[in-house]
């Protein structure tokens, strides 16, 4: 078989391969604009209203699934990051370069205010200023 012929095949077989996506399309539509039929629904409207409701119920049921695999980890012993000098070192590295606070927390493992702290006690952080109290 020659190169051409294998360019021509290969043609053959993205215009097959174009006609099934198009009946898959066609298919698809037919097949969801029957479905309020299918259910017993008289009108489109009822049958998204339906689907909305059963799809609340499902993603209040799946909400209280994950709400107890929180509650399971609380139970556990809470575990804190060790913050030792070098990652301290790190992080002062990490705000002198610019980095926000908030991806410095989250490249180390550390809470924000843990960072927070740690430019306090290098003293990177700029005071307040003060405002007067209101008389």
């Known amino acids: ?3 051409i012929d294998q360019i021509a ?3 053959k077989a993205k215009a097959k391969l174009a006609q099934a ?7 698809r539509v037919s097949a969801l604009a029957k479905l309020p039929s299918d259910y017993g ?5 009822e049958f998204i209203k339906a689907l909305k409701a059963a799809a609340g119920k499902a993603g209040k049921g799946k909400k209280a ?4 695999g929180k509650t399971a980890k609380k139970a ?3 575990t804190r990051a060790k913050i030792t000098p070098e990652i ?3 992080v002062i590295a990490a705000v002198q370069a610019g980095t926000p606070g908030a991806k410095i927390a989250k490249d180390f493992g550390i809470s924000l205010p843990s960072v927070q702290n740690i430019k306090k006690e290098a003293g990177l ?6 405002t007067p109290a209101a008389s």
């Open 65 to 68: 699934s994950k709400t107890a």
């Open 1 to 3: 078989m020659s190169f």
């Open 21 to 27: 996506e198009a009946k898959l399309s066609a298919d």
């Open 76 to 78: 556990g012993k809470r």
């Open 9 to 11: 095949e290969l043609e």
């Open 41 to 45: 629904y008289d009108s489109l409207n």
């Open 88 to 90: 301290k070192q790190q």
């Open 125 to 130: 952080v700029k005071a307040r200023a003060s």
